[in-house]
Nanobody, 127 residues
Framework: QVVLVESGGGLVKAGGSLRLSCAVS????????MGWFRQAPGKEREFVAS????????GYADAVKGRFIVSRDNAKNTMYLQMNSLNAEDTAIYYC????????????????????WGQGTQVTVSS
């Protein structure tokens, strides 16, 4: 059983920064492309960022491009999301997800194929 656990959420002022972590256990971490998704109150879950198996390729939603940086450390079985210049629209529950793939350098911007999901961590940005 592959288990993903997010951490690092909390309350931050607008314009501030926060770093989320996603720890993965129960599987070979390097076999998975990884992604971040978020869901705000009353909204559908949406794609945020993704990173390929070796971390060499990344992808971002337009809403966060230039502000967020996704990365991974395969030696630590952990994916990160560095969030900068946060605003109130970033308030949401953030989820990490894992997608098994034989492609070394591909990223995936939709929920399809992400078979494993974390429980989520709350990020609240004050105006």
């Amino acid at each position: 059983q592959v288990v993903l656990v997010e951490s690092g959420g909390g309350l931050v002022k607008a314009g501030g920064s926060l770093r989320l972590s996603c720890a993965v256990s129960g599987g070979a971490f390097s076999n998975y492309a990884m992604g971040w998704f978020r869901q705000a109150p009353g909204k559908e879950r949406e794609f945020v960022a993704s990173v390929s198996r070796r971390g060499g390729s990344t992808g971002y939603a337009d809403a966060v491009k230039g502000r967020f940086i996704v990365s991974r450390d395969n030696a630590k079985n952990t994916m990160y999301l560095q969030m900068n210049s946060l605003n109130a629209e970033d308030t949401a529950i953030y989820y990490c997800a894992a997608k098994y793939t034989i492609q070394w350098d591909s990223t995936y911007d939709g929920p399809q194929g992400y078979a494993y999901w974390g429980q989520g961590t709350q990020v609240t940005v004050s105006s």
